[in-house]
């Protein structure tokens, strides 16, 4: 099973951007695929990008589609999350999640399909 631990979390100002990393350790990063999820206080757990073992395939929900990149870099063992345009509705904690696929090219939108969470990261947007 991966280990994962987020970084790059923080207070940004509405408009600005952060790069949120995803560093996995152990398992087999290069045939899983790997999603990003937020949960803001009292609300529940979003979708936020999921992107396939190779890269090739990547899928985001509505609120972030056209500001938010997911990329990886299996050489690195790390997934990103590049968001831009922030807005106070982007405050929330932001986890990463990993999925073994072997070489599926699916991507995962469910969180319950997953098997292993980082701790997550904070980020903070202030209007």
């Known amino acids: 099973q991966v280990l994962l631990r987020e970084s790059g979390g923080g207070l940004v100002q509405a408009g600005g951007s952060l790069r949120l990393s995803c560093a996995a350790t152990g398992g087999n990063f290069g045939r899983s695929a790997m999603g990003w999820f937020r949960q803001g206080a009292g609300e529940e757990r979003e979708f936020v990008a999921g992107?396939?073992?190779?890269?090739?395939?990547?899928n985001y929900g509505e609120s972030v589609k056209g500001r938010f990149t997911i990329s990886r870099d299996n050489t690195k063992s790390t997934a990103y999350l590049q968001m831009n345009s922030l807005n106070a509705d982007d405050t929330a904690v932001y986890y990463c999640?990993?999925?073994?696929?072997?070489?599926?090219?699916?991507?995962?939108?469910?969180?319950?399909?997953?098997?292993?969470w980082g701790q997550g990261t904070q980020v903070t947007v202030s209007s």
């Open positions: 999640a990993a999925k073994f696929t072997f070489y599926s090219n699916n991507v995962y939108l469910a969180g319950d399909e997953y098997d292993s």
């Open positions: 992107i396939s073992w190779s890269g090739g395939v990547t």
